[in-house]
């Protein structure tokens, strides 16, 4: 289970950022994940309430945005999108292999809640 060690790091940079300014208290964290990298949405956040216990994120929340696979055919330009969990290999408009992924492997905080009190 990967997501774990995902969390980790997670956590890891949002208590650091969080320290590093001042705060005492996450109340909320946001990130956006494309759907093609694979993590588990419900492992992660299961991971998430498991190792935020006594950090800074205790009382925390993590926010989830799932981004779709995005790519376009390099030969006809054909935009093609979708919310499975795979990476598109090849266009349905005209058949070609030549695909260029746009979205859909993102991994990132977008956002975090915070306060002075602990």
Do not use: W
């Amino acid at each position: 289970m990967h997501e774990a060690s995902i969390v980790s790091q997670l956590l890891h940079i949002a208590i650091a950022e969080c320290e590093k300014n001042g705060y005492k208290k996450i109340d909320s964290i946001k990130v956006t994940i494309g759907r093609a990298t694979g993590i588990m949405i419900d492992a992660l956040l299961f991971a998430f309430n498991v190792l935020k216990e006594g950090t800074l994120a205790s009382d925390s929340s993590l926010i989830v945005e799932e981004i779709p696979v995005r790519a376009m055919c390099n030969d006809c330009g054909e935009k093609i999108e979708s919310n499975e969990n795979y990476i598109i290999f090849e266009c349905p408009k005209c058949g070609s292999f030549s695909i260029n992924l746009i979205s859909g492997k993102e991994l990132n905080i977008t956002e975090m809640e915070v306060s002075d009190e602990a």
